[in-house]
């Protein structure tokens, strides 16, 4: 449904096992290639025998949106896998994994990563937290899954900006202008890569936050002076009906 109401994209290259190693570890990707069956890999993330080769997809699809800066819609996301196992519908990390690869083959020395998904990338924030050459700055409703980015938690290149539920555009605005574009600007990056997560959207049903399609522009539009090359990868979003028009908003935001 969501590929059907967008504008022709293409396929994208797997990545590599060299590719993922960069973010994750060989024991976890010998558990996603062997999975053979349908199984649970916690409560809330589902596999079968073609999980390995839709990650891996997604993965590529990450790493070659921040090469030509582009959307990367995929599934399954990503922004919750820390380097050692799968959680909350992540396998592999797919804009860690793009980070890693843009600074390993394209020449991005700094990136930074901005994530709006409703819930925190606690993931992401493990990968980088002693990593001084990547900002994670990430906006998400608090309290919530997965319990991490409360206030206070963070360092030098790890901001969290935990908001209440309820929140709607207003503040997500406020709070981009005040903390999340300074913080970018300040970290001058070479890449900003966006966790695109759309279920901060007053309609998406696992969450309980106000953001309005205009919201999900704005926010996008605001990015694209932060960084020479501005990508994005599709995290969290489950609103079917509404998913597609939050994706073609913030498409026009990015410009």
Known sequence: ML?????????????????????????????IAAIAQETWLDGDTPASATSYQAALLAAGA?????????FAIVRPPGHHAPADRAMGFCLFNNVAIAARAAQAEQGAARVAILDWDVHHG????DIFWDDPSVLYVSLHQWP??????????????????????????DV???????VVAPAIEAF???????????????????????VTAAGFLRLARGCRGLAPRVAAVLEGGYNLRTLPGLVEAALEGFG
């Open 122 to 125: 606690n993931g992401t924030q």
């Open 144 to 169: 919530f899954y997965p319990g991490t980015g409360g206030p206070g938690e963070g360092n030098e290149t790890t901001v969290n900006v935990p908001l209440p539920a309820g929140s709607g555009t």
């Open 172 to 178: 997500y605005l406020r709070a981009f202008d005040g």
């Open 62 to 70: 990450a790493i070659e949106a921040a090469a030509t800066g582009s």
């Open 188 to 210: 001058a990056p070479d890449l900003l890569l966006v966790s695109a997560g759309f279920d901060a959207h007053v309609d998406d049903p696992l969450a309980m936050m106000e």
């Open 3 to 31: 590929l059907a109401a967008l504008p022709a994209g293409r396929e994208a290259t797997p990545a590599t096992r060299e590719q993922v190693l960069r973010c994750h570890t060989d024991a976890h990707v010998d558990r």
